[in-house]
């Protein structure tokens, strides 16, 4: 019985290490593509509505309804200059980043825990993990952040704008205490198994 459930959990972490490859090459691609897409075509530019919408202008709707000026609205730029494919890349391409070197981290523990998943380089990438998530999860919203807001002022008569949302930030620091987390639990585990070993 032992034996049959540790060939599917090892069953388990291969599938996974499989699906992580996979997301990785698929944010690869995505990245790739985004990036080509930045310079060669059409990008598109957030900008607050109250910008470049009067409520005044709208027409068609029942009586009660306005413009949000807390909402958004995407503009296209047919022919993007080399400043704005550059501003449009920083407003995504530092989370891609992080988010491949997550994946990254990811596949390399599920490959050391395949051997064993107690194993002392597993929980040190998982604290690495951590570190890199907090500290680049955070950093990366920060670039994106001015790089929209950069990004507006190049296609409004009102100059750059932006709206603070601090989500976003927070869901990274959420995820590295998580990997915090997991870390302390493979510690605990390492440390049982320790004590088991010296006395058998």
């Given amino acids: 019985m ?3 459930k ?3 959990a090892t069953d388990w972490l291969r599938e996974m290490s499989g699906a992580l490859v996979f997301a990785m090459i698929a944010v ?7 990036t080509c897409a930045s ?3 059409s990008i598109t530019v957030s900008a607050a509505s109250d910008l470049v ?3 005044g202008a709208l027409t068609g709707l029942t009586g009660g309804a306005s413009l949000d000026p ?3 609205v995407e503009l296209v730029v047919d022919d993007p200059t080399v400043k704005q494919g550059v501003l449009h890349l920083l407003t ?4 891609a980043t992080v988010v491949l070197i997550m994946l990254g981290f990811l596949l390399r523990i599920v490959r050391i825990a395949r051997q064993d998943p107690f194993r002392t380089a597993v929980l040190a990438h998982l604290r690495s993990l951590g570190i890199v998530v907090i500290i680049a999860g955070p950093l990366s919203w920060g670039v994106e952040f001015f790089a929209s807001f950069a990004l507006v002022g190049t296609v409004t008569a009102e100059g750059s704008s932006g709206r603070l949302e601090l989500q976003a930030p927070l869901v990274w620091m959420l995820v590295g205490m998580g990997y915090f987390a997991i870390a ?5 585990g390492t440390a049982m198994r320790a004590e088991l070993d010296e006395v058998i």
């Fill in 28 to 34: 690869g691609v995505g990245t790739l593509l985004t």
């Fill in 184 to 188: 302390e639990v493979v510690k605990r």
């Fill in 2 to 4: 032992g034996i049959r």
């Fill in 39 to 41: 310079f060669l075509g």
């Fill in 6 to 8: 540790g060939r599917q």
């Fill in 92 to 95: 995504w391409l530092p989370t």
């Fill in 53 to 55: 919408i009067e409520s």
């Fill in 70 to 72: 807390n909402g958004a």
